[in-house]
């Protein structure tokens, strides 16, 4: 398997500028997850789908951002208009649970390489 | 907030044991400790995970306190490819019924030759 699957693996743009982010999970995973990392905040959860539906988006930092899962196979993290804070790495990962909820669910999530942001 | 406390950084001598401490004094029953690393700018990868038992895998051994507040990641014998960033993760229940990882900030181990 490729595992998960990022890209652009780098984006350069100006503040004000849409950008978007692609993942692609591995075949099979039936949770998404969006993350970002900066040095003064280190790795943050943005927003989780499962099963394409978005779960918990209490992590996406303001009405800019917004995240889609239109299939199984693809997911966008989308910001407009981008600012100089944005700059970070964003990493996708999936996963897929085995066990019933509360119960002691098992997971491991597979992160992909992420894409490095800069605003200017 | 993460519920993990780990310390910033440590070091170890390659073909020694590396043990690294998580404190998660305010975990809950059923929120297991996972650990991952993350190798220079890669996303982090999985190691392993546990809820109450000691756990051991071909990468690493997981040692739970049995009060659960604290456990110990070892890696039996370091190498230099095992310079990273590790994390200690308590996953969560949220009140939604949903799960989700908090990361603190990690030890950043040095596998010195």
């Known amino acids: 398997d490729a595992g998960v699957i990022q890209s652009p693996r780098h984006e350069v743009t100006e503040m004000g500028q849409e950008v978007t982010l692609r993942c692609k999970p591995i075949s099979g995973h039936d949770y998404l997850f969006w993350y970002r990392q900066t040095m003064m905040r280190g790795l943050e959860l943005l927003i989780y789908f499962n099963n394409n539906v978005p779960i918990d988006d209490s992590g996406m930092p303001e009405d800019r951002f917004s995240a889609k899962m239109p299939n199984a196979s693809f997911s966008t993290l989308k910001i407009q208009p981008s600012e100089p804070r944005d700059s970070a790495v964003y990493f996708c990962?999936?996963?897929?649970?085995?066990?019933?909820?509360?119960?002691?669910?098992?997971?491991?999530?597979?992160f992909g390489p992420g894409t490095r942001l800069l605003v200017l | 907030d993460a519920k993990t406390t780990q310390p910033p950084s440590m070091d170890c001598a390659e073909g020694r044991a590396a043990n690294l401490p998580c404190n998660h004094s305010?975990?809950?029953?059923?929120?297991?400790v996972y650990w991952y690393r993350q190798i220079h700018s890669q996303g982090p990868q999985y190691i392993i995970h546990g809820l109450k038992n000691n756990e051991t895998n071909e990468m690493a051994s997981l040692i739970i306190t049995e009060d659960r507040k604290s456990s110990t990641l070892i890696l039996p014998h370091a190498t230099l490819r095992d310079t990273a960033v590790y994390y200690c993760?308590?996953?969560?229940?949220?009140?939604?019924?949903?799960?989700?990882?908090?990361f603190g900030t990690g030890t950043r181990l040095k596998v010195l030759a």
């Open positions: 990962a999936s996963s897929f649970r085995v066990g019933a909820p509360r119960a002691g669910t098992q997971e491991t999530q597979y």
């Open positions: 993760i308590v996953r969560v229940v949220t009140t939604s019924g949903t799960y989700k990882y908090i």
């Open positions: 305010t975990i809950s029953g059923n929120e297991y």
